[in-house]
Each structure stands twice: as structure tokens, then as C-alpha cells.
């Protein structure tokens, strides 16, 4: 079977063998009710293992296809029960949010407080906005892009910094590309990752809690975070716990709407829940970006007043082979001392990796995204029954996510907050600790770029 993802005229994805195919259909089966499945619960079920593959070939074993599927409504359900003495807190994804907004066609300050409510009656205990954890993400992510820019002359892989948020392009470039990329990845952890440092550790920490008596679940656009819940930097091996123990999709939820027959609009209205304790989220902030977290958009004004004394106020984007390959420049006397990309889908990533390979690559920093049109068309939420993009769908989340007010992570006061108290102060070395991450080095196989078009 050809994935939709694959750019090989033949692809070499492995058959199943007998065992593999059991362990899976031994998941499968465990989850199904003898109930008619709704549109998102056969979504679940195939795409994960067939048209969601990164690579074709070297990025998800057997064992880990069964751990993501196990990621399922079940699992929530089960820990739901007060029984099992675990505090329940859910994480949503600011790109979630405009989804539920469309669906149910309301605002999205109203979407995230009736999904709140939802949550809460299944018996969630808190329920976080990770819009915190991007701040962080992005903030150490400006740093990093600063001083690589700096030391370019020294460092042989300082540039081009490619983004690190996109856990279905950190799978790939590990397991497929390796040392020919992984050098140039931002080491600035992703917003879910740093999430579950913030629920399993601060928050449990206030709560006087251990890790393993919380169980985190992420509320998310796409399937890929499942896999990036499984990294081996997410586990405290001292309590056995992961930081995020579960992802579901933004459709997973909506199918246990479904499944109760329940309009969000019919929802008890509950806020967001802090870290900080009692005191309950205002109004909902997201960061500047169309469709994702706007890490190009933050870096480059960043960048531009750090290096160049330089206040941007509005981005230009260039449209070049497409309209998920876009470029953003900055020219002084004359000059360009910037030049950025925009790099979504895996055929403008394959074609960015091509030109960093033959060294032709120009630009400074990439935001580096796996799913095309950026995180709001994750595959776990903006797709029709036949599993294309759902187009006026996507239009819709667009509109609702551009309503949304912009804060720069520099003016949030909860994290100046928190660098101070849990992280003893912005370049500590308890930062580097628990906000980056260290990629793998291996040599790719021999057949990586074996690319047909």
C-alpha cells in the first residue's frame, strides 16, 4: 500500500507479519462496543498506521504502533474513574480550540469554556491551556536562534536552525534523516513536552503530588503527538510516570460527543484552570501565526531587534513554489541579514532537506511543520470522511483562530513568574535542564534519499 505521505514511486513500507498484525488487531478489537462507529472513530482506526506513516520505512516499530493506539477514549474513561486514585488533568492545544469553534459554530473564547465543561463531566479534575508551555518553547527558542546566529562562524551546524515543535518532523529527521539534520534542530523542547514538565512537575509540586497519582492527558490537532508522548526524555523512570500519558485528537473528543449524543453547545460554561492554583484563565491569548504557534513570526522579530536593533511590526511573506513554502527577509543598508522559511508538508520538507544536503540551503531559520497548512489542518481534526482535507472547515477554524488577541510570550507575567520560581532564573542551568532536549545522532540508512518525484 502506497501512504499519502510517501515520495517514492514504490514504497517499501514492510508488510505486517502474523504477530504484528494480531497485537494490533488485538487493540483494535478491545476498544470496539458492538456500537456502529461514528465518522472519527474509523479515522482513528486506520489512518494512524496507514496515510499518517512519516517515512515508509524506519520510523515506527510494531511496539509503537500498539502504544499510540492504546492513546484512546478508553484509556481516558478508565482513569476517569475516582476509584483508581488519580488526579485526572487534561491539556488543550491552542490549535484545537477553532475546531470545536466551527463545529459547533461559536466563538472560541466560548468553544474552550464549554470544552472545559464537557471534560469536567467525564470527571477531568483540571484542565489546562498549553498556550504557557508555547511561551516557553518559544521563548528558549529565540535565544537558541540568537546565539547560533552569532556563533555561525564558529559552529559548523549553527544554521540553519530548523524548528523543534512538530513532533512528526522530529520522528522523521531522527529515524530517517539523523546526522545530516538533527544538528540544525532547535533543542528548545515543544509546547507539549514542556506541558507535561509543567503539569507532572510545578503543578505536582503545589498539589503535593507525585507524578505517577497524576495521569495528563493532551487534547491535540494531530496523531503525531501520540508518538512524541513516547519519548524517552517525557519519562521520570525515579516514578515510573510519563509526562503525558495520553493524547487524544481533537476529533477523539468529538466522537465521545458523539457517542453521548451531547452539543457543546448544551455545556455548563467552566474556565480554564491555572497552574498556579485557584485563579482561573481569563481571556484567551494565542500566538502571532495563521495556523500554528508563529514560531517563525516570534523568532524573526526577535531576531531582528536583538541582532539588528530592528522593530518589526508586520511580517511579508513570499510565496514560492507553493503556499506552504513561503519566505520572510529583513534587509539592512541594502542587505539581507535575514532570510526565513516557512517549510509545511513533506514534499517542501524533502525538497528544503535536498538543498541543505548539497549545502545550497540559504536560509537562517526554517519553521519546519509535517502536516500542510500548518497544525490547524492536523489530521486528527480537519479531514472529510474519505480522509481529505476538509476545506471549509479549515476556512472556518482560520477565521475563528485570527480573532483570538496576540500576547508576546515577553508579556506573559505568569512566566517570568515561573523561570524565576521553578526554574531559577532564565539561563539556569535547571532550564537547560527541563525546557531542551537532545536529538539522535545516528547515520541515516543508506537508501534516506532515494527520492523519485
Avoid at 426 to 445: A, G, N
Wanted: glycine share 4%; net charge neutral.
Amino acid at each position: 500500500m502506497k501512504c499519502e505521505n510517501c515520495t517514492k514511486k514504490e514504497c517499501s513500507k514492510k508488510p505486517k507479519n502474523d504477530e504484528q498484525q494480531s497485537m494490533r488487531a488485538d487493540v483494535l478489537n478491545s476498544d470496539e462496543e458492538n456500537e456502529e462507529k461514528s465518522e472519527f472513530h474509523k479515522l482513528a482506526n486506520a489512518k494512524i498506521f496507514l496515510s499518517d506513516c512519516l517515512a515508509c520505512e524506519n520510523c515506527i516499530t510494531s511496539e509503537e504502533a500498539v502504544r499510540v493506539f492504546q492513546q484512546n477514549q478508553k484509556e481516558l474513561f478508565q482513569k476517569c474513574d475516582t476509584s483508581k486514585h488519580k488526579v485526572v488533568a487534561v491539556s488543550i492545544c491552542p490549535q484545537s480550540l477553532p475546531y470545536f469553534a466551527a463545529k459547533f459554530n461559536i466563538c472560541v473564547t466560548e468553544a474552550a469554556k464549554r470544552l472545559c465543561g464537557f471534560l469536567r463531566s467525564l470527571g477531568v479534575h483540571y484542565v489546562f491551556d498549553t498556550t504557557i508551555a508555547a511561551d516557553f518553547s518559544i521563548l528558549e527558542s529565540q535565544k537558541e536562534f540568537v546565539q547560533r546566529y552569532r556563533h555561525q562562524s564558529q559552529e559548523e551546524y549553527a544554521l540553519p536552525m530548523f524548528a523543534s515543535a512538530c513532533p512528526g518532523w522530529i520522528q522523521y529527521a531522527e529515524r530517517v534523516l539523523s546526522s545530516l539534520v538533527t544538528p540544525y534542530i532547535c533543542t528548545a523542547k515543544s509546547p507539549q513536552q514542556i506541558m507535561g514538565s509543567l503539569v507532572k512537575g510545578y503543578f505536582a509540586k503545589q498539589q503535593n503530588l507525585s507524578p505517577d497519582k497524576i495521569f495528563h492527558v493532551i487534547v491535540a490537532p494531530c496523531y503525531d503527538k501520540k508518538l512524541e508522548a513516547l519519548r524517552e526524555d517525557f519519562y521520570n523512570p525515579l516514578y515510573s510516570s510519563r509526562d503525558v500519558d495520553c493524547v487524544l485528537t481533537s476529533g477523539e473528543i468529538f466522537q465521545i460527543m458523539e457517542q453521548r449524543k451531547t452539543s457543546l453547545k448544551e455545556v455548563k460554561e467552566v474556565a480554564f484552570d491555572t497552574l498556579f492554583g485557584g485563579i482561573k484563565e481569563g481571556e484567551l491569548i494565542r500566538h502571532d501565526g495563521r495556523r500554528s504557534d508563529g514560531y517563525l513570526e516570534h523568532i524573526f522579530k526577535h531576531a531582528a531587534k536583538e541582532l539588528f536593533d530592528i522593530d518589526v511590526k508586520e511580517i511579508t511573506y513570499r510565496v514560492l513554489k507553493n503556499k506552504d513554502f513561503q519566505e520572510v527577509t529583513l534587509e539592512k543598508e541594502g542587505e539581507t541579514v535575514l532570510r526565513f522559511a516557512a517549510t509545511y508538508g513533506f514534499r517542501n520538507i524533502q525538497n528544503m532537506v535536498l538543498k541543505l544536503k548539497k549545502g545550497k540551503c540559504v536560509y537562517h531559520f526554517v519553521e519546519v511543520l509535517a502536516c500542510p497548512g500548518g497544525c490547524l489542518n492536523g489530521k486528527g481534526q480537519a479531514q472529510t470522511e474519505d480522509g481529505k482535507p476538509d476545506r471549509a472547515l479549515l476556512r472556518q477554524m482560520e477565521d475563528v483562530y485570527a480573532a483570538v488577541p496576540v500576547q508576546l510570550p515577553e508579556n506573559s507575567e505568569h512566566v517570568q513568574k515561573l523561570y524565576q520560581e521553578w526554574l531559577e532564573g532564565i539561563d539556569s542551568t535547571r532550564v537547560r535542564e527541563t525546557l531542551h532536549t537532545k536529538y539522535s545522532m545516528e547515520k541515516p540508512t543508506a537508501n534516506s534519499f532515494d527520492i523519485k518525484w
